[in-house]
């Protein structure tokens, strides 16, 4: 599993209580009732994993610079 896809997922599981993104081929497994909120936090964990991971990539560019 890829670093992006382990993160994917460990979001899933804490945000929206879904335990894996693969697919299963079962509605009741693969489609989830989630609430708006859950959605948000979900969200905005994204995000900022994603500012995070942007600020890693930019201190390692200044340092190889």
């Keep these: 599993m890829s670093k992006l896809e382990t ?4 979001i899933a599981q804490q945000h929206l209580g879904i335990e894996t993104l693969q697919t299963r081929r079962s509605d009741s497994l693969d489609f989830h009732d989630v609430a708006a909120w859950c959605v ?10 994603g500012i995070e ?8 560019e200044k340092a190889n610079s």
Excluded: I, N, P
């Excluded at 993160?7 to 460990?10: E, K, P, R, S």
């Excluded at 948000?40 to 994993?49: H, I, N, Q």
């Excluded at 991971?53 to 390692?60: F, Q, Y």
């Design 40 to 49: 948000r936090d979900a969200l905005e964990a994204a995000f900022k994993a």
């Design 7 to 10: 993160l994917l997922t460990q």
């Design 53 to 60: 991971e942007g600020r890693k990539v930019a201190t390692s």
